[in-house]
């Protein structure tokens, strides 16, 4: 299938979007609630926060499909890799901003995190997500490659990712787009806030 792949950056709050966004959200992890339009905004005004969409307008794109793979991020326990090495060198791909008066059907999002610390700036990949009837179109690759490219803008000096092991695509499309693999331990701190305050488990 050849499209015309749009890659736009969120800049305004909008229902119609919101709704996009939620359909797609559920598909990453099942169990997170969906945002509100206050949420959304707080996303967009949020200085290290960029949220990307992926959008196409195509005939064969099925309009009201709400079904969604995942391409990345350790959010999700069903990451796997969408539009990987079967994608067209001969897709195109725009870069803009986008709202829900574009009238294109959105098939995919992530969110690029780029935030300073005392050793440089950093770039982190989350929450990479694409329609499932979309898979194998290179939309992941594209919205990967743009947040390279906006990471790049920042200064970033890396960008970082995460993605299981038996994620055997997702792994193959990172290594082909220049990630590499580190030698390093991930750890996660779930936070509870109606909790009593913190303390450390050796007390």
Request: proline share 4%.
């Amino acid at each position: 299938m050849n499209l015309n792949i749009s890659i736009s950056e969120v800049t305004q709050p909008d229902v119609l979007l919101l709704d996009s966004i939620n359909s797609l959200l559920s598909s990453l992890s099942p169990n997170a609630p969906a945002i509100t339009n206050d949420v959304l905004r707080e996303l967009i005004e949020d200085p290290a926060t960029r949220l990307l969409l992926a959008t196409i307008n195509t005939p064969s794109a099925k309009e009201g499909s709400s079904e969604s793979e995942v391409v990345g991020g350790e959010g999700s326990s069903e990451s796997e890799v969408v539009g990987g090495e079967g994608s067209s060198e001969s897709d195109t791909v725009d870069k803009g901003k986008v709202t829900s008066k574009d009238r294109k059907k959105i098939v995919g999002m992530l969110t690029l995190a780029v935030f300073r610390i005392p050793s440089g700036v950093r770039a982190w990949i989350e929450d990479v997500v694409v329609d499932t009837e979309m898979r194998g179109n290179g939309i992941g690759a594209a919205l990967v490659r743009r947040a390279i490219e906006i990471a790049q803008e920042s200064k970033a000096k890396t960008v970082d990712l995460t993605s299981r092991p038996s994620r055997e695509a997702a792994n193959r499309l990172y290594q082909r787009l220049g990630f590499e693999q580190r030698s390093t331990n991930v750890y996660r701190y779930t936070v509870e806030n109606d909790a009593p305050p913190y303390r450390d488990q050796r007390n």
